[in-house]
């Protein structure tokens, strides 16, 4: 089976998990790369790219026309609204989903000094570090990892944001600050790696056996209260849905799962926030009442203050 993925080292590695677990299974694959808008254009911020799902759509369009069998995405490039031909058909069990700070001479956030350049492309990432530490200067870090780290040790940044999944894939020991998920709520399905097919094929009922019970709850609680909000990449909004105990077996047997999501304005000053025990039995029609308790507190309204800013 073919499997499509972008080119990046992160993307591969992905790519390259998903080959490893259908080998195990006999399935044989190959992986070819597709490159996307979000990896072509890279001197703008990604919020300012033209329409959505800009490391995803150049794929779809390969899966849709029969060139890939499979599809390797990070869960969170993934927009809500999807082509209904395309499935996801497993969702892999959950990396680490925080993020990380990292810094050239391991200097931890609370103690950065004033005007220390922090490095982001993620417009939630920009409020929560404003909102946390409003005396840092924030400025827009694009390019894949390797990049970034680059940038970092030639002294364009103090220190980086990424989510730790990242380093957790490609296997690198390096020294981070994982960032408190109650004061930095991730992006919603961070830590995900999703495998998309063609409904109803050869390659949905394979795929199917990768599929992490657990953690599929725990996305699609997030999808939910996110898409309740609408808007893209360029809305401050996190969303955490954690079963009890942390990422366990898909066999889990946990009725009861955390949900902590949050919109901010883009300076980081006001934010409106959830934090929810919902049951597992009936978790999707619990996940759209925390998405609408969000968007009536007030998050709909910075959602609209958001669009109309960038």
Known sequence: MIIGTRGSMLALAQAEIVAGRLRSAGIKTEIRTISTSGDVITDHPLHKLPGIGVFVRE??????????????????????????????????????PCDVLITRDGTRLADMPAGAVIGTSSMRRIAQMKRF????EIADLRGNINTRMRKLRDGVYDGIMLAEAGLVRLGWDIGFERLDPDRFIPSANQGT??????????????????????????????????????????????????????????????????????????????????????????????????????????????????????
Do not use: N, W
Not at 66 to 95: C, F
Not at 200 to 209: C, F, K, L, M, Y
Not at 247 to 269: I, T
């Open 193 to 310: 790696i999703a495998v998309v097919t063609l409904r109803d094929s050869e390659a949905e009922e394979v795929v199917r056996t990768l599929d992490h019970r657990q953690t599929r709850i725990e996305t699609e609680i997030e999808r939910i209260v996110i898409g309740v909000l609408g808007g893209g990449c360029s809305i401050p909004i996190g969303a955490f849905a954690e079963m009890a105990g942390g990422a366990g077996d898909a066999d889990c047997d946990v009725d009861e799962v955390r949900v902590r999501a949050e919109v901010l304005s883009m300076d980081g000053r006001r934010y409106v926030r959830v934090d929810e025990t919902i049951p597992v039995d009936g978790y999707a029609m619990h996940a759209h009442r925390v998405g609408d308790a969000l968007a009536a507190e007030g998050g709909d309204a910075l959602v609209k203050e958001a669009e109309t800013s960038t």
């Open 133 to 136: 530490r409003s005396d840092l």
């Open 59 to 96: 794929i779809d369009e390969h899966s849709l026309g029969g060139e890939i069998d499979i599809a390797v995405h990070s869960m969170k490039d993934i927009p809500t609204i999807r082509p209904e031909k395309l499935v996801t058909a497993a969702i892999l069990k959950r990396d680490p």
